[in-house]
């Protein structure tokens, strides 16, 4: 019999906790939510994995300590714990650990950066070993906290004198619109108070901050730090999957640049920008039932892995965009987020009002009221305007969704 026999049974004893990070110097060089773990570790210039572990109720290791440095009975030899680090080719390299408790560190520098790696804790004598994690490293400086920071966008209005119509537009705080020229047929701020002359620094008219939420660009998740051609928060998102035990094609993207839709030439007069500097996320299809939908707590508490990582990057739940076109001139959009549309917008059938649902919300025309009118939406007042809800093709809004959204939403933004 073999020496090995008497290593004592420390298979699928060992688990580790997803709270892992690599730290440097009180940086973290690791994806997740490691920034605040990381600020109070000094690791010598080193890239040191930090990791916990459970064990499983067993009758002779009490710790992960245990686990690794406990001789087992009739076996002379001294236990020891590495780390294995597997890379996506395949190869793996051995590396030391100090445990301490139910804790584990391991200096990784010679780790590479951006390589996805499936690292676990054996025990060399037994060959038995924890169950696998994934990591992946940054470059020092560029670890990104998580979630995905959180952005609103603002809606105000501009007057044709011309056509003594009203327009609507849309804008993030820091790129706030430019002022009118002199003699432009718009006016996008208060007359009667500031007069006829504008100024960047007037409120625009009927300015509404936070019409409706969504990822600025400003986070350093929606460029590709790393070079590799894809955002760096499609390649976190992938990231997680993995961890949570899924697959995920390689370059998958779920967010697109926000370019307002909307008359390129009134945006122009407007000051304002169709460039959004924000982002959203793709609908999500329901293969069962084809219906759209944006994904909320439900899915995040689900087992589906790209849902689990979804909360991990971007935490909140999500609803739809609409977009609402006006009836006497289509040159006017109105965005609503789901929570506002679905409290006003109706269909009309043998001259009744009906609200639509997701069983026939495909097959009917759909409106709305605008400015809205919550407590009483379905009456039509004499400053409102009717709205049609219209779908992204319609209005020429860029989406990857090879099927139409069911009930014409255009994107998935941050619910708060």
Same mark, same amino acid.
């Given at each position: 019999?073999?020496?090995? $026999?008497?290593?004592?049974?420390?298979?699928?004893?060992?688990?580790?906790?997803?709270?892992? &990070?690599? &730290?440097?110097d009180?940086?973290?060089v690791?994806?997740?939510?490691c920034?605040? !773990?990381?600020?109070?570790?000094n690791t010598?210039?080193? /890239?040191t994995?930090?990791?916990?572990?459970?064990?499983?109720e067993?009758?002779?290791y009490?710790?992960?300590?245990?686990?690794c440095?406990?001789?087992?009975?009739?076996?002379?030899?001294?236990?020891?714990?590495?780390?294995?680090?597997?890379?996506?080719?395949?190869v793996?390299?051995?590396?030391g650990?100090?445990?301490?408790?139910?804790?584990? *560190?391991?200096n990784?520098?010679?780790?590479?950066? =951006? *390589?996805?790696?499936?690292?676990?804790?054996?025990?060399?004598?037994?060959?038995?070993?924890?169950?696998?994690?994934q990591?992946v490293?940054?470059?020092?400086?560029?670890?990104?906290?998580?979630?995905?920071?959180?952005?609103?966008?603002?809606?105000f209005a &501009?007057?044709?004198?011309?056509?003594?119509? %009203?327009?609507? !537009?849309? !804008?993030?705080?820091?790129?706030?619109?430019d002022a009118?020229?002199?003699?432009?047929?718009?006016?996008?701020?208060?007359?009667?108070?500031?007069?006829?002359r =504008?100024?960047?620094?007037?409120?625009?008219?009927?300015?509404?901050?936070?019409?409706?939420? #969504?990822?600025?660009?400003?986070?350093?998740?929606?460029?590709?730090?790393?070079?590799?051609?894809?955002?760096?928060?499609?390649?976190?998102?992938?990231?997680?999957?993995?961890?949570?035990?899924?697959?995920?094609?390689?370059?998958?993207?779920?967010?697109?640049? @926000?370019?307002?839709?909307?008359? =390129?030439?009134?945006?122009?007069?407007?000051?304002a920008?169709?460039?959004?500097?924000?982002?959203?996320?793709?609908?999500?299809?329901?293969?069962?039932?084809?219906?759209?939908?944006?994904? /909320?707590?439900?899915?995040?508490?689900? #087992?589906a892995?790209?849902?689990? $990582?979804?909360?991990?990057?971007?935490?909140?739940?999500?609803e739809?965009?609409? $977009?609402?076109?006006? @009836? +006497?001139?289509?040159?006017?959009?109105?965005l609503?987020?789901?929570?506002?549309?679905?409290?006003?917008? !109706?269909?009309? *059938?043998?001259?009744?009002?009906?609200?639509?649902t997701?069983?026939?919300?495909?097959?009917?025309s759909?409106?709305?009221?605008?400015?809205? +009118?919550?407590?009483?939406?379905?009456?039509?007042?004499?400053?409102?305007? #009717?709205?049609?809800? %219209?779908?992204?093709?319609?209005?020429?809004? #860029?989406?990857?969704?090879?099927y139409?959204?069911?009930?014409?939403?255009l994107? &998935?933004?941050? %619910?708060?």
């Amino acid at each position: 019999m073999s020496l090995s $026999a008497f290593a004592g049974n420390r298979d699928n004893l060992v688990f580790v906790k997803q709270d892992y &990070c690599v &730290c440097n110097d009180g940086q973290a060089v690791s994806y997740g939510n490691c920034a605040s !773990f990381c600020s109070t570790k000094n690791t010598n210039g080193l /890239d040191t994995l930090f990791a916990n572990y459970m064990i499983r109720e067993n009758d002779k290791y009490q710790t992960v300590q245990d686990w690794c440095t406990k001789r087992s009975t009739w076996d002379f030899r001294n236990p020891k714990c590495v780390m294995t680090f597997k890379n996506e080719e395949g190869v793996t390299v051995e590396i030391g650990v100090d445990v301490l408790g139910n804790g584990v *560190k391991a200096n990784v520098s010679s780790i590479p950066s =951006d *390589k996805i790696h499936i690292f676990s804790l054996v025990e060399k004598i037994s060959k038995a070993k924890s169950d696998a994690a994934q990591l992946v490293k940054v470059e020092t400086g560029i670890a990104i906290p998580l979630p995905v920071q959180v952005g609103s966008v603002t809606q105000f209005a &501009c007057v044709s004198k011309s056509q003594n119509q %009203k327009f609507h !537009f849309y !804008f993030s705080p820091n790129h706030a619109p430019d002022a009118q020229n002199a003699g432009s047929d718009f006016y996008c701020h208060d007359i009667a108070r500031y007069g006829e002359r =504008d100024d960047a620094m007037y409120p625009r008219l009927e300015e509404k901050s936070g019409a409706f939420t #969504a990822w600025p660009n400003t986070s350093p998740l929606f460029y590709d730090n790393n070079g590799n051609g894809i955002l760096d928060v499609n390649d976190m998102i992938r990231h997680f999957v993995k961890r949570f035990g899924g697959t995920i094609n390689l370059g998958t993207e779920f967010f697109s640049y @926000l370019t307002l839709p909307g008359n =390129d030439q009134h945006y122009q007069q407007s000051g304002a920008s169709k460039n959004s500097a924000t982002y959203t996320m793709f609908p999500f299809i329901d293969q069962t039932t084809f219906q759209s939908f944006c994904p /909320d707590e439900s899915h995040y508490n689900s #087992a589906a892995p790209l849902f689990r $990582a979804l909360k991990e990057v971007i935490a909140y739940p999500t609803e739809g965009l609409y $977009a609402g076109v006006r @009836l +006497d001139d289509q040159a006017d959009i109105i965005l609503l987020n789901e929570t506002e549309i679905k409290s006003v917008w !109706f269909y009309v *059938k043998n001259g009744q009002i009906k609200v639509p649902t997701d069983e026939n919300v495909s097959r009917v025309s759909v409106y709305f009221y605008y400015p809205l +009118d919550k407590t009483d939406p379905y009456t039509k007042k004499p400053h409102q305007h #009717a709205y049609q809800v %219209k779908s992204a093709q319609e209005i020429g809004f #860029a989406t990857n969704n090879t099927y139409p959204t069911h009930d014409r939403k255009l994107a &998935c933004i941050p %619910k708060i």
